[in-house]
């Protein structure tokens, strides 16, 4: 297995890091960068229409991997916009697809598993 492949993020995958004023900050640990594999970004993005619509991508099980997306129109307006995967994780399965929220409307998405 080579360095930097997707096979190693397989053993374990979490979420480490912290948003601060607009700003993701990852804390990397150079003594462990020989067993180390990180994947930085969202998995999940929406288009330009969807720039105030939260996205959450969340790992919810590891054996087998299973993933829950969910959306949130952030607006007093509907929302039309393109969703796609924009990042490869263990099993995470998230088909392009175009969604119309209601204003202030929470949704969760199934991710084929």
């Known amino acids: 297995m080579s360095k930097g492949s997707t096979e190693q993020a ?8 912290w948003i601060f004023e607009g700003s993701a900050h990852i804390p990397l640990y150079v003594d462990k ?5 990180i994947l930085a970004g969202h ?9 105030k619509v939260a996205i959450n ?9 299973q993933w829950q997306v969910s959306v949130n129109n952030l607006t007093k307006k509907p929302v039309t916009t393109q969703l796609k995967q924009a990042m490869d994780l263990p099993s995470l399965d998230f088909e392009e ?8 409307e929470f949704r969760i998405l199934n991710a084929k598993n």
């Open 10 to 17: 397989k053993t374990v995958t979490g979420v480490w890091g």
């Open 33 to 37: 960068a020989d067993t180390t594999h």
């Open 43 to 51: 998995p999940v993005v929406a288009d330009e229409r969807g720039k």
């Open 57 to 65: 991508v969340m790992h919810l099980f590891d054996k087998p991997h």
């Open 97 to 104: 697809r175009e969604i119309t929220l209601a204003p202030g």
